[in-house]
């Protein structure tokens, strides 16, 4: 016997779940989190702080409560433990970045039906279709896609560093490197390496900012183009494609691990991270979700299997590659070119 009262709910949480995630985008965008930074506060006095409507206050800051992103204890509101972790600006985990990039991606889900009927990303005109995401980001749009990478890969790349001994390597090129946070990180740990970051122009300037930052910019350069048609150097012993492969389709890809091979002196290893999916494409969950958003804002993206990864690091040259799970759904594929001196 099926029972329907549980299937219901679940029906219904899933029906639902935009209105937990617009409270967040809502809590995100107006910086509610610092407002607790420095203790408790009534209602009324995070309503005068953004000058919104009392009434309307109290029911935001009750719903968050609900959501246990908020505490309460009387009249007073104060900060969960993952909202001073991950919500407060500045936090180990912060998330802020990633969640206004989501948000500007929630829109688009709303339009899911018409990358269904056409194939085509719904933030591309039909005359303007791309592979990736070049969705015409305002400058703040594209700093909230750009940092949330970084929202994520502060933690991702420390897994990898924990998986991966990269002490034997010196030379990194992080192609399509986004905010720098993964060639940072590596290089914080190994004072050998240094680093080549390659991503659009514009990319790379938010970058720049972020090396400059960690204090690394001695150990940085910056290769700013496009990475399908302009030339990647060489003599790099480490090659980093991270979260790139799902943006292009299997054609591209293949292309692309072919020229990453090229830039590789013998020996040297490719480290391709991405949300592999099972071979069977039974899950992960996270996975295949975000397969649908590639559906959506881009024009040939998908999530691709370990198999299918193989195809094109075996077609490139490279000797037999190895599966890491860094997390369910983070997994990374290393392969070496073959002809080390030995
Ligand atoms: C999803 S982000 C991943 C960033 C970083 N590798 C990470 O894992 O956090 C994809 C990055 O690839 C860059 N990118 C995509 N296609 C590109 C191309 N054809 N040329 C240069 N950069 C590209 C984007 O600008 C963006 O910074």
Not at 7 to 14: D, G, Q
Not at 21 to 37: C, G, I, K, P, Q
Not at 162 to 182: E, F, I, K, N, Q
């Amino acid at each position: 016997m099926h029972d329907i009262a549980r299937l219901t709910e679940r029906i219904n949480e899933m029906s639902r779940g935009f209105q937990q995630s617009a409270t967040l985008y809502t809590a995100v965008e107006a910086d509610v989190f610092a407002h607790f930074a420095h203790g408790p506060k009534t209602a009324a006095e995070i309503a005068k702080a953004l000058g919104w409507d009392p009434r309307g206050t109290r029911i935001f800051l009750d719903a968050l409560v609900a959501l246990e992103i908020l505490e309460k204890s009387s009249e007073h509101y104060a900060n969960s433990v993952s909202a001073e972790m991950c919500l407060v600006p500045g936090s180990p985990g912060y998330q802020g970045n990633l969640i206004k990039h989501q948000r500007s991606g929630y829109l688009n889900w709303l339009h899911m039906d018409e990358a269904l009927r056409t194939g085509r990303a719904v933030t591309q005109d039909e005359d303007e279709q791309t592979p990736e995401d070049r969705r015409n980001f305002k400058p703040d749009e594209l700093r909230n896609f750009i940092l949330g990478m970084s929202d994520i890969a502060r933690m991702s790349a420390q897994h990898i560093l924990d998986a991966v001994d990269l002490s034997p390597y010196r030379r990194l090129l992080d192609v399509g490197g986004g905010p720098g946070t993964y060639g940072i990180a590596f290089l914080d740990r190994h004072a050998q390496m240094s680093a080549t970051l390659f991503d659009r122009p514009e990319v790379v300037e938010i970058a720049r900012e972020q090396v400059c930052a960690a204090g690394l910019t001695e150990r940085f350069a910056y290769i700013p183009g496009d990475f399908m048609l302009d030339p990647m150097g060489g003599g790099y012993d480490l090659v980093l494609l991270s979260n790139i492969i799902h943006s292009y389709g299997p054609e591209n890809n293949r292309k692309l691990v072919k020229k990453c091979f090229d830039a590789l002196e013998p020996g040297g290893l490719l480290v391709l991270k991405d949300f592999i999916v099972e071979e069977d494409r039974s899950g992960p969950p996270f996975s295949l979700l975000f397969a649908l958003h590639m559906l959506i804002h881009t024009g040939e993206g998908d999530t691709y299997t370990y198999n299918e990864v193989a195809s094109w690091t075996d077609a490139a040259g490279f000797g037999p590659g190895r599966a890491v799970d860094i997390t369910p759904q983070s997994r990374l594929w290393l392969a070496e070119k073959p002809g080390a001196a030995t």
